[in-house]
C-alpha cells in the first residue's frame, strides 16, 4: 500500500504501468492530451496541423520511450559503438517512417480515423527536414535506418542547421532560391538536450609554454560558443532498438567576447553574441565543390569539437584508460568534410588529457574509418594554410605535424621523388597554400571506402594511386544502398502489400535477400495484373501532384520518363532535353500513319541547382523553355509532354519514384561515384535507361542487361573520345537539334547560347554528341519494350526482385564487419 515506504523504481512501475499502450483508445487518449496540453488547442476543435502536431507528438513519446531504453542497454553492454560524422543529413518527414519501423502504422491510422482524420493527410502536413544537398545526404539518412533496425549500438553526428537546403521556386522557368523556414512551426522530432552541452573554441594563439611534444602545448582560444546537443530518435524496424541522431546548434556563450563587456562595449557585444548563432544557420548549397569558406570550415569545426567532446565524455564515464578507447569507439568521415575530427582528437588526447604524441597517434591510427564520395581531383576538399591558421591555429600544428612525420617516413620508403612527395603531402605548397583534407584522411584512416567497384577502381588507379601503392590493404569499397523500409514501405505501400503477398511474407522489409524470391513468380500473369495495377493508382497519384502543380494534365497510358537529380552538367540533363526535342521533331515530321505508332512519353525533370551555378540553372531554364513549346502544340497532343518537378527533395521523390516507368541516369560514364536514385527506382519497379557508370555496373550484373536500356561510352574509353576534340564526330540528328536551340526555337536564343557552345567545336567535355546516337537507340528500344506490355512487366518485376543488393542493410552490415569492427548489441525489451 501507498502508505509503506516503496523504492523509487517500485512506485515508478506502480505509476506508469509499464509501456505506453498502443490500444485505439490509449492511442486516441494521447493524441488528445497532445491537442490540448502541448499544441494548447481545444479537443474539441483543431485543424489538420494541429492533428498532426498532436500525432507526431504521440509518436514521440514512443520513440522516447524506446530510444531511453536503447540508451541504458548500450550503457550497460558498453559495446563499440560507431560514430557516424556527417555534414549532411536528408532526413525528410518522420511521421510515416516513425510509425511503420514502429509497427504501429494500422493501429494509429484507426485510431486517428475514428477521430475524423487520415493518417496520410496528416503526414502531408509534415515538412521535410533537408539538412544536406542530394545523394551524399540522404545515404546517411538511410545508413541511420539501417544502422537502427540491424541493432548497430551508433551515434550520428551533425550541426543542427536551421534553414537547411533551399527552396526551389521557378518563376517563368527561372530558379529561385528561397529559404526553407522549416523551423518556424516546431520540430516535435527532436529533443532539445539544454543540459548537454560543450564550449567550442576558435581563433587565439597557441602559447610557447610546454614546448614539450609530450606534453603538448596551450592553445589560448579567443572565442567561444556553446555547442547545445538536440537529440533526434532513429526507429530500427522490427527492433525496440533506437537510435541517436545528435544535432548540434550554436548559442552564444556566457564566456563569449567577454572583453567587449569589460570595456563597456554593450551593444556590440550583443550583437557578436548573436553571431554565434550564424555558425549553425545554413547549409552550403553545393555538392561538389568547396572553396575555402570560414564560415563552412567553422560549421565543421563547430559539430566535430562538441561531437569529439561528446565521445569522449561518454568513453571516460566508463573507462580510465585511452588504451581501451580503439575497442570501443570506431569513429567514421563520412567524406573529408567532418576530418578536422583527427586534429581534434588528437589535440584533446595530447594536450588535455597529457597521453604523449606517440600514443596519441596510435589511437588515432585506430579508430578512424574514411568514405570519399568523390571522383574528381577537383571535388576534393582543400583548406588555405592561413584561414585554418587563424581560425585554428593549434589544430595548423598538429596538422603540420603529423606530416612533417609523415614525410620523413615517406622519404624512407619511397626515396626522394619530390613530385610523388608533393602528391601525398597533406600541407599543398601552390599559390594558395593549402591542407588536402583527403591526405589527412587516408593517412589517419585505418580503412578508405570508395562507393561503388568503379569508384573504387578510379581511387586505386588515379585519384589516391600514391597512396593505394603504398598501403593496398586499406582500401576497400562498400557499394551504397538505400532502405528499402522509406523506399518501398513508406513510399509505396500498394507494392510493399503486393510483394508481402507474393512472397508470403514481409521478412524482405528486415531481410532483403527474400526480395529475390519474386524472380519465380516474374512471369506470372496474375501477378502481371497486380503489378500493373499497382503502377496504375502510382501514376494516378503522381498525375494528380503534377495537375495541382502545374496544371497539365498528363495521360495515364504514356509511359512515364522520370531523371530527377542534382543538375549537373556531368548527369547530363542536357542530354535528356536534347533527346526530347530530337523526339518532338521526330513527331512533327511524321505522317498520321507513323504517329499511331509512337509510344506516349510523359517526360519528367526535376532537380535543384547550386545556386551560384550558371550553367545548371541554365539547363533548368531550357528545360521549361522547351516544355512550354511541346505542351501547347496541339499538334502533338499526349504524344510528347515534359514537365519540370520543382523543389524535388526526399518527400517529392516518395510521390515520383513509386510512379516512374522508366528512370533515366545519364552521367557520362566515370564522374558518378555510385548514384544512389537508380537504387530507388530499381526497387519501385522501375526500368532503367542508364549509362555504365558507378553503381550501375552492379545493377547490371543484378538485373541482366537485357532488362535495362544501357547506352553510351564506357569510363575506358572516355578519355580516347576527348582527345579527338573538334575531330570527333558527332550526329546530324544532335547538331539538328542544338540548332534548334542556337537559332531561338524555344526563344531565349542569346540566353542558351552559352549552353550550346560548351558542347560543340571540341569543348563538349561531358560527350553529350558522342553518346547522343546510342542514347537515341537505347530510347528507341525503351518504346519497343514498352510496347510488349507483359515483356514490360516482367522486367520490371525482376528488377524489383534483383534490387536486394542496393539495400542500406547490405551496405551497413558490410561496414560494421570489415571497417567498423562492431556487432549487434539488440535491446532485449
Ligand atoms: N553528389 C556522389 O556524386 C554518390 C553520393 C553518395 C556524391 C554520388 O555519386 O552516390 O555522393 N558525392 O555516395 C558527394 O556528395 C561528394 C553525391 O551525392
Redesign the pocket.
Known amino acids: 500500500s501507498f502508505g509503506e515506504k516503496k523504492s523509487k523504481v517500485e512506485r515508478i512501475f506502480e505509476l506508469m504501468d509499464g509501456f505506453l499502450k498502443n490500444d485505439p483508445t490509449s492511442l486516441q487518449n494521447d493524441i488528445l492530451h497532445h491537442v490540448e496540453y502541448t499544441v494548447a488547442r481545444s479537443r474539441f476543435s483543431f485543424d489538420d496541423f494541429e492533428a498532426y502536431q498532436a500525432l507526431a507528438h504521440s509518436v514521440r513519446d514512443r520513440l522516447i520511450e524506446r530510444w531511453h531504453d536503447t540508451q541504458m542497454h548500450f550503457k550497460r553492454k558498453d559495446p563499440k559503438r560507431i560514430y557516424f560524422l556527417s555534414l549532411e543529413f536528408l532526413m525528410g518527414r518522420s511521421l510515416s517512417n516513425s510509425v511503420i519501423n514502429l509497427g504501429i502504422r494500422d493501429q494509429f491510422a484507426d485510431a486517428l480515423s475514428q477521430l475524423g482524420f487520415e493518417l496520410e493527410v496528416l503526414a502531408e502536413q509534415e515538412g521535410d527536414a533537408a539538412l544536406g544537398n542530394?545523394?551524399?545526404a540522404r545515404?546517411s539518412a538511410c545508413q541511420m535506418d539501417s544502422l537502427a533496425t540491424l541493432d548497430y549500438p551508433a551515434v550520428g553526428y551533425d550541426y543542427a542547421n536551421q534553414y537547411g537546403l533551399f527552396r526551389q521556386v521557378i518563376l517563368d522557368g527561372f530558379q529561385h532560391e528561397h529559404l526553407d523556414f522549416w523551423l518556424n512551426f516546431g520540430n516535435p522530432w527532436e529533443i532539445e538536450r539544454v543540459h548537454v552541452t560543450y564550449p567550442v573554441k576558435f581563433y587565439g594563439t597557441v602559447t610557447d609554454e610546454l614546448l614539450n611534444e609530450e606534453n603538448g602545448k596551450v592553445w589560448v582560444p579567443k572565442r567561444t560558443v556553446e555547442a547545445v546537443a538536440y537529440d533526434n530518435p532513429i526507429p530500427g524496424y522490427g527492433t525496440r532498438n533506437t537510435i541517436n541522431l545528435r544535432l548540434w546548434a550554436a548559442k552564444p556563450s556566457d564566456q563569449h567576447n567577454m572583453e567587449s563587456y569589460n570595456t563597456g562595449d554593450y551593444i556590440n557585444a550583443v550583437v557578436e553574441r548573436q553571431r554565434a548563432e550564424n555558425i549553425s544557420s545554413i547549409l552550403y548549397p553545393d555538392?561538389?565543390s568547396y572553396q575555402g569558406k570560414e564560415l563552412r570550415l567553422k560549421q565543421q569545426y563547430f559539430f566535430v569539437s562538441a561531437s569529439v567532446q561528446d565521445i569522449i565524455r561518454r568513453f571516460k564515464d566508463a573507462h580510465s584508460t585511452f588504451d581501451d578507447f580503439p575497442e570501443k569507439v570506431a569513429l567514421h568521415l563520412n567524406?573529408t568534410h567532418p576530418s578536422l575530427a583527427i586534429a581534434e582528437v588528437m589535440r584533446v588526447l595530447v594536450d588535455e588529457e597529457h597521453l604523449g604524441w606517440n600514443r596519441a597517434w596510435n589511437i588515432i591510427c585506430n579508430v578512424f574509418t574514411f568514405t570519399t564520395?568523390?571522383v574528381s581531383p577537383e571535388?576534393l576538399e582543400k583548406i588555405p594554410v592561413d584561414l585554418l591558421g587563424s581560425l585554428l591555429p593549434r589544430h595548423l600544428q598538429i596538422i603540420y605535424d603529423i606530416n612533417f612525420k609523415f614525410v620523413e617516413e615517406l622519404k624512407k620508403r619511397i626515396g626522394l621523388d619530390y613530385n610523388r612527395l608533393a602528391r601525398m603531402s597533406i600541407v599543398e605548397e601552390g599559390a594558395v597554400k593549402s591542407i588536402q583534407m583527403a591526405n589527412l584522411s587516408i593517412l589517419c584512416s585505418h580503412t578508405v571506402n570508395g562507393?561503388s567497384r568503379v569508384h573504387s577502381k578510379l581511387l586505386t588507379t588515379k585519384l589516391f594511386k600514391d597512396f593505394y601503392e603504398l598501403w593496398p590493404e586499406k582500401f576497400q569499397y562498400k557499394t551504397?544502398g538505400v532502405t528499402q523500409r522509406r523506399w518501398i514501405v513508406v513510399s509505396n505501400p500498394s507494392l510493399c502489400a503486393l510483394i508481402s503477398k507474393w512472397l508470403g511474407t514481409e521478412d524482405w522489409i528486415r531481410d532483403i535477400d527474400h526480395l529475390i524470391g519474386l524472380r519465380e513468380h516474374a512471369a506470372n500473369g496474375e501477378l502481371h495484373q497486380e503489378w500493373k495495377m499497382v503502377k496504375k493508382v502510382n501514376k494516378i497519384r503522381l498525375a494528380e501532384y503534377i495537375e495541382a502543380m502545374s496544371g497539365l494534365k498528363v495521360s495515364l497510358d504514356a509511359m512515364f520518363d522520370v531523371q530527377t537529380k542534382r543538375i549537373h552538367e556531368y548527369k547530363r540533363q542536357l542530354l535528356n532535353i536534347l533527346g526530347i526535342i530530337h523526339r518532338y521533331d521526330c513527331i512533327k515530321n511524321m505522317d498520321k500513319n507513323d504517329r499511331i505508332k509512337v509510344v506516349p512519353r510523359v517526360c519528367i525533370i526535376g532537380g535543384k541547382a547550386a545556386p551560384g551555378y550558371e550553367t545548371a540553372k541554365k539547363i533548368i531554364k531550357l528545360c521549361h523553355a522547351v516544355a512550354e513549346k511541346i505542351n501547347n502544340d496541339s499538334d502533338i497532343g499526349d504524344l510528347l509532354k515534359l514537365v519540370f518537378i520543382p523543389d524535388y527533395n526526399v518527400s517529392v521523390a516518395e510521390l515520383v519514384i513509386p510512379g516512374a516507368d522508366i528512370s533515366q541516369h545519364l552521367s557520362t560514364a566515370g564522374h558518378?561515384?555510385?548514384?544512389?536514385g537508380s537504387m530507388k527506382f530499381l526497387m519501385n519497379g522501375c526500368l532503367l535507361l542508364a549509362t555504365v557508370d558507378?553503381s550501375t555496373v552492379e545493377i547490371i550484373e543484378e538485373i541482366g542487361e537485357d532488362n535495362m536500356f544501357l547506352f553510351g561510352a564506357k569510363v575506358h574509353e572516355v578519355s580516347a573520345l576527348r582527345e579527338k576534340g573538334p575531330a570527333l564526330k558527332v550526329p546530324l540528328q544532335f547538331s539538328r537539334v542544338v540548332r534548334m536551340v542556337r537559332d531561338g526555337y524555344f526563344g531565349f536564343k542569346d540566353y542558351f547560347k552559352s549552353l550550346c557552345d560548351n558542347i560543340e567545336g571540341g569543348q563538349d567535355y561531358y560527350l553529350l554528341g558522342a553518346d547522343f546516337t546510342s542514347y537515341l537507340e537505347a530510347q528507341a528500344a525503351a518504346d519497343k519494350a514498352y510496347v510488349d506490355q507483359e515483356r514490360w512487366t516482367e522486367m520490371s518485376i525482376l528488377s524489383t526482385a534483383g534490387s536486394g543488393r542496393f539495400s542500406s542493410d547490405r551496405t551497413v552490415e558490410e561496414y560494421a564487419q570489415k571497417t567498423w569492427g562492431i556487432q549487434p548489441c539488440r535491446c532485449p525489451f
Open positions: 542530394g545523394g551524399l545515404l555538392d561538389r567524406d564520395h568523390t571535388g562507393v551504397n558518378e561515384a555510385s548514384g544512389t558507378g
